[in-house]
């Protein structure tokens, strides 16, 4: 029978619940127990599909197809567990369900409310798609107090009533500031947390405290005394110097074995963090750097390309780098500015993104490092931006372009409206923005002796997607007699799934998002490979 733990945050937000949470799931995982870990989202949109990364950070995909939150990515990265469509809910998708059941007629009649209706449907994604797992971790966003997170918070009051409260567990993490003018760690900020959660009729088991120093013992114990909880149950988190110390200490702080102790359960084999404490030796210490220019339009938003950060210094792992990210905005770079931004660059990355804004310079740092032979890897529409590239600059089609971006250009990539998944025809609709999305795991197949198959190892691959236009394959053999080869189709062999270019010592371009796939303990063979050739070109 499953286990529950709660997460919830209080004083502030983005103060880590997703990695504690997942640095959570991996020590218990490590220790023989299956683990499964799900998000509650508390805004009003039905997913964050249709959201500016500049409001919500990336949007991460599933292998199923859904549009999650970035703390999937998160989760997955520290356990190795693929997420799923049943992992993650919001309060948009709630309302957009009971409204659909009630305009059903589903509740015969009945006055549709918050309680029992929405918090019913709350307990529901809980339990829903649980089998023999032994810990399901829910993580509720926001922070305590919010009106927002108000039925989520009720929900888990309710279930844990219902489901037994020595199989439920709530987990409060919050910040415990230090003041420099008084020389003070202050207790107050959590004990008002904790209140708060008390008053909702929730008592947390164990707190957790981000803090940036150490938290002397005379304020554990007053934060144990005041917010009814054992000192032992009082977890500290000092900042640490980067993400992957973080299971390493929950690990010290004995968060793992204060699980445990509270559901009378043993550990079944150490954990193991050796790997851990591997890669955060070689984060920490490597001096080489190496410099990798991303054009996008979001880069200065730290969590806009969380996952795609994450892969990258992951590629750097692997090849004992520290990755030095050169963040340039793709609508404020000009033709007469390339040369002086891209000077010191090793390697040039172009992320996925949708619209027309900043895609002139793209196109124009493309052109410049295929041209100079810099270590290019365009992702989504970053390999459509390297296609119009090449079709104007080498096929002479000077209106090449994206009907994406002008519906009166010359088509090398455009819009389809269906497309074949597993021997099923999947038709795209223009019912709302995620109608035509090809989204989620798709196969493609690789072309013999191609840089790609390499790479990969293997002859086909399963990789995730998350976009709406295709390349246009009529085009194929125009563009690989001037040495821009298709070595990856899907396996219908219509869509075009990767470009590599002769010639040239790394230029690959993918539709897909190999970056969803990318972990710490295994970096993506694609990032690895990219680095090693950033490596390469940074020496000569």
Request: hydrophobic letters at 35%.
């Amino acid at each position: 029978m499953a286990r529950y733990i709660f997460v919830t945050g209080g004083v502030v937000s983005s103060l880590g619940k997703g990695l504690s949470s997942a640095s959570l799931a991996y020590l218990l995982k490590s220790q023989g127990y299956k683990v499964r870990l799900r998000k509650m989202d508390p805004y009003l949109n039905v997913d964050p599909g249709t959201m500016s990364p500049f409001q919500h950070g990336e949007v991460f995909v599933t292998d199923d197809g859904a549009e999650t939150d970035l703390d999937l990515g998160h989760y997955e990265r520290f356990t190795n567990i693929s997420s799923k469509k049943t992992d993650n809910i919001t309060t948009g998708r709630i309302y957009s369900d009971i409204i659909k059941k009630e305009r059903r007629g589903g509740y015969l009649g009945k006055t549709v409310q918050v309680i029992p209706h929405i918090t019913d449907r709350i307990k529901e994604f809980i339990k829903k798609d649980i089998s023999d797992e032994d810990f399901v971790i829910c993580e509720i966003g926001g922070t305590v107090g919010d009106i927002e997170s108000l039925p989520f918070v009720e929900a888990i009051r309710q279930f844990s009533n219902e489901h037994g409260k020595s199989k439920t567990l709530f987990i409060h993490l919050t910040f415990v500031p230090f003041l420099k003018s008084s020389d003070e760690i202050k207790t107050k900020p959590t004990q008002h947390s904790v209140k708060e959660l008390r008053s909702i009729g929730i008592q947390p088991n164990i707190i957790i405290c981000r803090s940036q120093q150490s938290i002397p013992i005379d304020q554990r114990k007053k934060i144990s005394l005041f917010c009814n909880v054992p000192i032992e149950n009082v977890i500290e988190t000092v900042d640490v110097r980067t993400i992957y110390e973080a299971p390493i200490s929950f690990f010290n702080q004995k968060l793992d074995k204060q699980v445990l102790k509270f559901f009378k359960l043993k550990s079944k084999k150490r954990p193991n963090l050796l790997p851990w404490k591997k890669i955060t030796k070689i984060t920490l210490n490597t001096k080489k750097i190496i410099n990798i220019g991303i054009i996008g339009k979001y880069v200065n938003l730290k969590d806009a390309y969380k996952s795609l950060d994450e892969a990258l210094t992951h590629g750097g792992i692997s090849n004992k780098v520290k990755v030095n990210l050169i963040r340039i905005e793709s609508d404020k770079l000009k033709p007469n500015q390339i040369a002086k931004k891209l000077k010191n660059i090793s390697g040039l990355l172009i992320p996925g993104g949708f619209g027309k804004r900043g895609t002139e310079g793209k196109i124009t740092a493309i052109k410049y490092a295929r041209e100079r032979k810099i270590p290019f890897l365009g992702i989504c529409f970053g390999m459509q931006m390297a296609i119009i590239e090449f079709a104007r600059n080498k096929l002479k089609i000077k209106k090449a372009g994206s009907t994406e971006l002008d519906r009166n250009c010359y088509p090398v990539v455009g819009l389809i409206n269906e497309w074949n998944k597993d021997g099923k025809i999947i038709r795209g609709t223009d019912k709302d923005l995620g109608g035509t999305m090809r989204l989620g795991l798709y196969d493609a197949i690789l072309r013999n002796n191609s840089a790609i198959k390499k790479i990969y190892k293997s002859a086909s691959i399963k990789e995730r997607h998350r976009h709406r236009y295709e390349v246009n394959n009529n085009l194929k053999n125009q563009f690989e007699k001037k040495g821009l080869i298709f070595s990856g189709m899907s396996p219908d062999n219509k869509l075009p799934e990767i470009i590599e270019l002769k010639n040239h010592p790394w230029f690959i371009g993918v539709q897909f998002h190999p970056e969803f796939k990318s972990r710490p303990l295994s970096p993506h063979p694609l990032f690895s490979s990219f680095i090693k050739a950033a490596k390469s070109f940074n020496g000569k």
